[in-house]
């Protein structure tokens, strides 16, 4: 039985979800399937990712009950706004196959466009409505974090954000801390760099006898954030769910943020655009 945390809602969210990026021929439905199989009770989409109707027919075809699947998925740059925000919910709601979203996050802030107040305000109405449980954000920085609250009154439950060894992202976890917001970690094994290789990562493997992998999933887990690894493969599945029977020491911890180094993809959400 894999953790949870807390949301500021009083949602239990599992310790570690499945990313679900579709690479190129991939059956997410298996994929999902497979998953929870494993054991994974939290299911991450997105409407832009165009996965959402395989996450929903390993929903449907599962014999896990529908209250213990956490799924989340996102509203797209495209559908930011007040009525485009509930146009977007319901897309999700219909490729699902869902009567209601678990977590509904904004996928990102485009601050250039400046409707992401309006698409946060429809959230919070289809959170009332019951067609949303919790609600949440994607990439945003305390300043955009910050407007949220003041406008409307209302905190996200969740920030998704790029978080890894090379992207620790101390200010911003301190920030979620202070303000009662669970942090999410989108790539946080790296996708494709060479950071399961780095020295820190090999060593506590070693020590622990573990994956590089399970030792930086570990270390998302000892900072109190949630990562998200993405993986079609059953048993790279299990194993990356498979972090809670060892803990890494305080030093360890300490080596393995020393290789921030920033952003791998120089995503800054105050000048990114994603539609």
């Known amino acids: 039985m894999t953790p949870t945390v807390t949301l500021n809602d009083g949602t239990a969210l599992p310790a570690i979800g499945l990313g679900t990026v579709k690479a190129e021929g991939e059956d997410i439905a298996a994929t999902v399937t497979s998953a929870f199989d494993a054991g994974y009770r939290l299911i991450d989409t997105a409407l832009r990712y165009e996965t959402e109707p395989g996450v929903g027919q390993a929903i449907a075809e599962t014999s896990v009950p529908r209250g213990e699947i956490i799924v989340t998925t996102k509203i797209p740059g495209r559908l930011h706004g007040y009525d485009e ?133 570990r270390w998302h887990v000892q900072l109190g954030a949630v990562p998200l690894p993405k993986s079609s493969n059953p048993d790279r599945q299990k194993q990356n769910l498979d972090v809670f029977g060892f803990e890494l020491t305080e030093d360890e911890v300490a080596a393995i943020s020393s290789l921030e180094r920033g952003r791998i993809w120089d995503q800054d959400p105050d000048t990114y655009e994603e539609f």
Not at 115 to 130: F, N, P, V
Not at 179 to 189: D, F, M, Q
Not at 197 to 210: F, G, N, Q
């Open 85 to 217: 925000a509930k146009e977007s919910a319901r897309t999700s709601l219909s490729n699902l196959g869902v009567d209601y979203i678990d977590l509904l996050l904004i996928h990102w802030p485009l601050p250039k466009v400046d409707k992401y107040l309006d698409t946060w305000r429809a959230m919070i109405e289809l959170q009332k409505d019951g067609l949303v449980k919790s609600i949440g954000v994607s990439n945003f920085t305390a300043t955009h974090l910050d407007r949220l609250a003041a406008e409307t009154g209302v905190v996200p439950a969740v920030n998704q954000v790029e978080l890894h060894p090379f992207f620790p992202q101390a200010e911003l976890r301190a920030y979620h801390a202070e303000h009662g917001i669970v942090t999410e970690c989108w790539s946080p094994l790296g996708r494709g760099s060479e950071l399961l290789h780095a020295a820190p990562v090999v060593d506590a493997a070693t020590a622990h006898d573990v994956s590089a992998g399970q030792v930086v999933l």
